[in-house]
């Protein structure tokens, strides 16, 4: 198993959260693993609810982890700790959050409580696809693929489809 974390792709998420991440060295990276090894178990994990992320930058991360065209994906919903760098500066970033032991962040000035919401859900459905209906993943990573690139408006419209 090959675990990378990206957490976001957001260079206002990248700079606040001083967590510099090299796409072009990651696909580079990536690209060299599909290449030797068939199938590999590839693991990437992503955050939502970072300061400075929005709901479109969190979909523009989630593009670019399915682009690499992983096994699983861990989305985690951030956790603003105790005495943590975000904890010191909650009201810098109006960031908003659970008091109680788990920490997670409710909104911050530019992720609401409704799109840490919608961010939830997305991440819920695609860890479940990517993990449990290997046909549908590597649909969505064919077409991907041959069509514009844009993995994550595959997976967005097969969801809206599995909704109504």
């Known amino acids: 198993m090959l675990f990378r974390s990206i957490q976001s792709i957001s260079p206002e998420v990248q700079r606040i959260s001083n967590r510099p991440f090299d796409t072009t060295g990651a696909k580079r990276i990536i690209a060299e693993i599909h290449k030797n090894i068939k ?4 693991v990437l994990d992503v955050m939502f609810g970072l300061p400075g992320d929005t709901l479109n930058s969190f979909k523009q991360t989630l593009n670019f982890t399915l682009s690499l065209k992983p096994r699983k994906i861990f989305a985690f919903h951030t ?12 009201y810098r970033y109006g960031i908003n959050f659970q008091e109680d032991a788990s920490h997670r962040v409710i909104e911050t000035r530019t992720f609401s409580k409704d799109e840490i919401n919608i961010a939830r859900k997305i991440t819920v459905y695609l860890t479940s696809i990517l993990l449990k209906v290997p046909l549908i993943r590597n649909m969505i990573y064919f077409l991907g693929d041959e069509g514009d690139k ?3 408006g595959l997976y967005d419209g097969f969801i809206e489809y599995l909704e109504k």
């Open 150 to 152: 844009n993995f994550f």
């Open 79 to 90: 956790l603003i700790l105790p005495n943590s760098e975000f904890y010191q500066d909650k």
């Open 39 to 42: 199938d590999p178990y590839l």
